[in-house]
């Protein structure tokens, strides 16, 4: 009668269990065969959770097995991404799989498909001119599933921002006239590889100034653009060029470029954040380039200087 009591109560209460499971939709819930993948979107600079907000859009998922080879791929709706829904995978085993997880893309990218870790791309148009559209605001994050993984349960890919913004200061232009000047931004990359690392040819985008307050020109937004493969140690060739123009009946002219700051380093452009540029033509017959690195959503006040 006794045991009869015990197995009448483990029914109930596996019943009652996986009724919870059902009613709850409890994350502890798991089919034996299913595995949940999660996005987790996080500001670079902050280390702030931002999924909820929405701002990595929809996440493009590829899967990659221990020697790289593609294995499959997913986009997540950008509704999916902020509610924090998974791609439930159940048709193969997570353990050492690598996911490269592509996010805010949007139409400005052109992709390649991968077939390895070490192929596949995301690269900027370029018009007929030779002009590269900006980027969009690409999240991007890379991790590999460290084994052992159970059949069973759950991992998360953390995605960042990617992409590095430019923004451009001009002191000492005599005329302030919006129309009379414009940027045109280099950088030596015009795209990502699957892996998350700057790739292509050179990108070169033109920019318009607008004056502000102060008759400084300056740029109407910062501009985004490919990160430098080493933000950290970057040398020639390797970083960002600003060169000012004017605009004339005869042809446009150069008025300065700025590749390197007065205090020797080339400009460097750091995923996540904000690298501010100014030009000045007031201190004498050449131009000089001070530079300075803010975060994501910072300009830095170049007249409170």
Known sequence: MYEVFIRTACFIAAAALISSCIKDDRDGCYDPGEFRLYVKAVDTASGQD??????AGEVMLALFDSLGRFVASRVLPSDDVS??????????????IQVSAWGAVGQEAEPSPPVTTGSGFYRLPVDGEGWSAPPGDFFFGLDTLRPPVPTRGSGEVVITQKNAKLHVTVRGLDDPDDGRYYFVLETPRNGYDISGRPDGGRCRIRQAGRFNGVRELVSPAPCLLIHSADPANTGPGEGAVVTLFERAPDGDRELAVADRADTGGYIA?????????????????????????????????????
């Open 269 to 305: 452009l750091y995923p996540g954040r904000t690298t501010n540029v100014l030009i000045d033509l007031t201190e004498s017959a050449s131009a000089s380039v001070r530079v300075e690195v803010t975060g994501w959503q910072e300009i830095f006040l170049w007249s409170d200087w």
């Open 50 to 55: 931002i999924t909820p907000g929405g701002e």
């Open 83 to 96: 509610a924090r829904r998974p791609w439930t995978i159940t048709d193969f085993d997570m353990t050492g």
